[in-house]
């Protein structure tokens, strides 16, 4: 079993930025995955971004450019820096890791961006 513990979210205007943490209980330099998802009202999840083994990132189309996503080994602890925040970024944030085919995600936290 692997816990994950977000932190990071909040509210925030148009333009400014937030970065998320996730705290994980296993170390990430065994895992096959991690990153970010998130899900809006009314919409399905999506993926933000993540890391794979060998340390390749991908970002979805929205949010290339604006956020970054990063890994600290030493903490086991999993970021995402997110820059230019729009409104419609404003959803739950799920942090995930891929363990031996074995998904584990966060609790969520909620990110809002509003004027």
């Known amino acids: 079993q692997v816990q994950l513990v977000e932190s990071g979210g909040g509210l925030v205007e148009p333009g400014e930025s937030l970065r998320l943490s996730c705290a994980s209980s296993?170390?990430?330099?065994?895992?096959?995955?991690m990153g970010w998802y998130r899900q809006a009202p009314g919409k399905e999840r999506e993926l933000v971004a993540n890391?794979?083994?060998?340390?390749?990132?991908n970002y979805a189309d929205s949010v290339q450019g604006r956020f970054t996503i990063s890994r600290d080994n030493a903490k086991n602890t999993v970021y995402l820096q997110m820059n230019s925040l729009k409104p419609e970024d404003t959803a739950v944030y799920y942090c995930?890791?891929?363990?031996?085919?074995?998904?584990?995600w966060g609790q969520g936290t909620q990110v809002t961006v509003s004027s």
């Open positions: 890391i794979i083994r060998g340390g390749s990132t």
């Open positions: 995930y890791v891929e363990r031996w085919s074995e998904i584990y």
């Open positions: 296993t170390r990430l330099f065994i895992l096959n995955a």
